[in-house]
């Protein structure tokens, strides 16, 4: 049975730069609200059976297979970036969204929805659980080793010693997240989700204000 959480979100697949994704559609349409395919120029194959449940989710408005008109190099991404902008408009405010693509340069999509104040993440074709960006599901982030500190907790005790020089922007707070874990990239959006999922701090018109009690909890203090 798909949980209330998996109804709000939405997956944009950008096929070329991943075309293996395509193989998990089924299972995809199972677990989001609404899967959109991108695509300027793609020799992918469906199996045949396939096409009877994909014609009822396209018909039912939970599939979208869009096609660029025209053919260059990065068009496929200007799709996802128009496509994501249109879903945001649509889509009730709590709705989580995911971006598929190996190209970087989609993080700039990422970027803009949670500026707008939209939770967001892009990743790869290898399969992942996306991240929840909901309270009642904080993303759980593993260190390396069990006897270091967590990465979440890590940077809630540099948000306390820098409490006078917090970030008061998206950008500038994720540039600090990346910056403290420079050599550990994969924790930088997870340690912003978790931010954000647990009441740590709080975006509105692009501004970010901190709940010291929360930062402290986080932090083990």
């Known amino acids: 049975m ?21 193989d998990q559609l089924p299972e995809d349409l199972v677990h989001y609200l609404q899967v959109v395919i991108c695509y300027a120029t793609s020799h992918s194959k469906l199996p045949l059976n396939w096409l009877v449940p994909l014609s009822t989710a396209i018909s039912e408005n939970k599939l979208k297979i869009v096609k660029m008109a025209c053919v260059s190099k990065n068009s496929a991404d200007f799709g996802i970036c128009f496509l994501a902008g ?6 009730p405010k709590e709705t989580h969204f995911v971006i598929v693509s ?18 967001a993440e892009r990743i790869g074709s290898r399969k992942e659980e996306p991240i929840e960006s909901s309270q009642s599901s904080s ?13 979440i907790a890590v940077y809630c005790a540099h948000l306390i010693a820098h409490r006078k020089n917090r970030p008061a922007k998206v950008d500038t707070l994720l540039n600090s997240i990346k910056a403290k874990f420079k050599d550990q990239p994969s924790f930088v959006d997870p340690v ?15 501004r970010v204000t901190y709940n010291d009690k929360k930062i402290q909890e986080l932090a083990g203090q």
């Not at 249109?86 to 889509?91: D, G, N, P, R, S």
């Not at 993303?139 to 990465?151: G, W």
């Open 2 to 22: 798909t949980s209330a959480i998996e109804h709000k979100k939405v997956l944009l697949i950008d096929l070329e730069n991943c075309p293996s994704q395509l």
């Open 86 to 91: 249109a879903l945001m408009q649509e889509m």
């Open 102 to 119: 190996n190209d970087k340069d989609l993080d700039h999509v990422v970027h803009l929805l949670r500026s707008h104040e939209r939770s």
């Open 139 to 151: 993303p759980q982030i593993v260190s390396p080793q069990a006897s270091q500190p967590i990465p």
């Open 192 to 206: 912003y989700q978790m931010l954000i999922s647990s009441g740590c701090v709080k975006v509105a018109v692009k």
